[in-house]
């Protein structure tokens, strides 16, 4: 039993002694990076080489810098696209290790211009170098060659006759009633028309006429006599005398009083006044008529 906890006591020692060796040499050895090759190195790079009109594509621009040769901090990258077109901003990616600082920017694009396309197969774009300046440092770099197809293929563009016929002539022309009898029948009913609204006409002013000959024919002598008065209000002074002469010879069986009075105004100077016309026709029917 001694024997055997002094060998797990000795194997647990050893163990411990070995992972302390470990540590210790693990933290004083030196981290080694990457050596860089050149203080400034460009790749410019898509991520395929075939693309059809109007697909996505990622561009990407690596930029490898010796921190020790350049000022990175002053790293700037001038790159165009044409005639591809920029669909977002580029998004930047800084990594360091050791010596070695890259940069990354991507950038997404598509090709939505005429100059992408070729007259026949695909279209072999080139784009303009990239240049990279590192503080005094100046590198370009070369884009890969880029194809582009178009989305319309050569029996696409082929001339081709449709399965259609044309017939310009005009079809047969069909009335459920001839234009000329139609003609007729609406001058018909255009005669009929006019000759019921004459007609109606007609009545009307019949009608007019009878009720103001019965309206007259109720009226008694005197009535008629207010009546004329009234509308010698409007006329001239030698209407409005008859018409108080004609009161006043009406009234002399009923009323001497009010004959005297309108037989006055008939013959007053001057000649009587709208006014007093109608003041005494208004006396005369609230005295006479009850009015």
Request: no cysteine.
């Given at each position: 039993m001694r024997v055997l906890s002094r060998v797990v006591l000795g194997t647990l020692a050893i163990a411990a002694a070995a992972?302390?060796?470990v540590?210790?040499?693990?933290?004083?050895?030196?981290?080694?990076?990457?050596?860089p090759t050149a203080p400034v190195t460009v790749r410019a790079l898509f991520d395929r080489a075939t693309v059809g009109f109007g697909d996505r594509v990622n561009t990407e621009v690596v930029v490898l810098l010796d921190r020790r040769a350049v000022d990175t901090s002053r790293v700037r990258v001038e790159e165009s696209l044409t005639p591809?077109?920029?669909?977002?901003?580029?998004?930047?990616?800084?990594?360091?290790?050791?010596?070695l600082v890259t940069l990354t920017y991507d950038v997404p694009a598509a090709c939505l211009d005429d100059r992408c396309l070729a007259q026949r197969g695909p279209k072999r774009l080139r784009l303009p170098s990239v240049r990279v300046k590192a503080g005094t440092a100046i590198v370009d770099a070369k884009w890969p060659i880029l194809d582009v197809r178009g989305r319309v293929t050569a029996s696409d563009l082929g001339p081709a006759n449709p399965p259609l016929r044309a017939d310009v002539a005009p079809p047969p022309v069909r009335y459920p009633i001839s234009p000329s009898t139609l003609a007729n029948l609406l001058e018909l009913?255009?005669?009929?028309l006019a000759a019921a609204g004459i007609a109606l006409a007609g009545r009307q002013v019949w009608m007019l006429q009878r009720a103001r000959r019965r309206h007259e024919a109720r009226l008694s002598d005197l009535e008629r006599a207010l009546a004329f008065a009234r509308e010698a209000e409007a006329r001239p002074p030698a209407d409005r005398r008859r018409a108080l002469g004609l009161l006043a010879r009406l009234l002399a069986r009923r009323d001497n009083r009010l004959a005297g009075a309108a037989r006055d105004l008939a013959w007053s100077e001057p000649a009587p006044t709208t006014d007093a016309l109608s003041?005494?026709?208004?006396?005369?029917e609230r005295e006479v008529n009850g009015r």
């Open positions: 992972v302390a060796i540590l210790v040499v693990a933290g004083r050895a030196p981290v080694h990076g990457v050596t591809l077109q920029q669909l977002g901003p580029p998004r930047v990616t800084r990594t360091t290790r050791g010596r009913a255009a005669a009929v003041e005494l026709v208004t006396r005369v």
